[in-house]
């Protein structure tokens, strides 16, 4: 199989349902952001943890689901989409590394280490993702719990940065003002 069609030369891609829509469009920015989140997730792996990497193993496999999932204007029943266990999943992963952490006194500059400032750079890119999503949303039916996800997302990433920086001993610095 080649890896080039040419069918994108033209500025349209193809979504899932062979429908041609422009590379513009708010759903291939929804999910190429998503994608990116992904790519700079992918960076970071290993970070050095084991526990972090296999979390983030798992988000990358979610943040995948949601890219078919906005790929799809039209799902079957039994396309992969998000649902609710996949932020529960979230959930428990920032649970858990949340008793690990100091508690959170104020805010803090994104940084730290090469993994804990990766992880802090991933989470922007994921609100990015997530405002995209909102704004595909206006103008298309897509599936909530992808946003639901993508909030949560964030939460979960800036924990795993605060996480990592704790374990690598770089300490968090609050903001001047």
Not at 92 to 111: H, K, N, V
Not at 162 to 168: A, P
Request: charged fraction near 30%; glycine fraction near 6%.
């Amino acid at each position: 199989m080649k890896i080039y069609t040419g069918r994108g030369d033209e500025g349209l891609t193809d979504l899932r349902d062979m429908s041609r829509v422009s590379k513009t469009s708010p759903r291939i920015e929804a999910y190429g952001t998503v994608d990116e989140a992904n790519a700079l997730i992918g960076r970071i792996r290993p970070s050095g943890y084991d526990d972090v990497d296999a979390w983030l193993e798992t988000i990358q496999n979610h943040l995948h689901i949601i890219q078919a999932d906005f790929a799809n204007p039209d799902p079957d029943p039994d396309d992969p989409q998000l649902e609710p266990k996949h932020v529960s999943v979230l959930e428990d992963m920032i649970d858990t590394a949340d008793e690990e952490l100091e508690p959170l006194r104020s805010f803090i500059l994104p940084g730290g280490s090469t993994a804990g400032a990766s992880l802090h750079h991933a989470r922007a890119v994921v609100r990015r993702a997530e405002r995209r999503s909102v704004e595909l949303a206006t103008t298309d039916p897509i599936n909530e719990e992808a946003v639901v996800y993508l909030n949560r997302l964030s939460d979960a990433l800036f924990t795993l940065g605060r996480l990592v920086n704790q374990r690598d001993g770089v300490p968090e610095e609050a903001p001047s003002y």
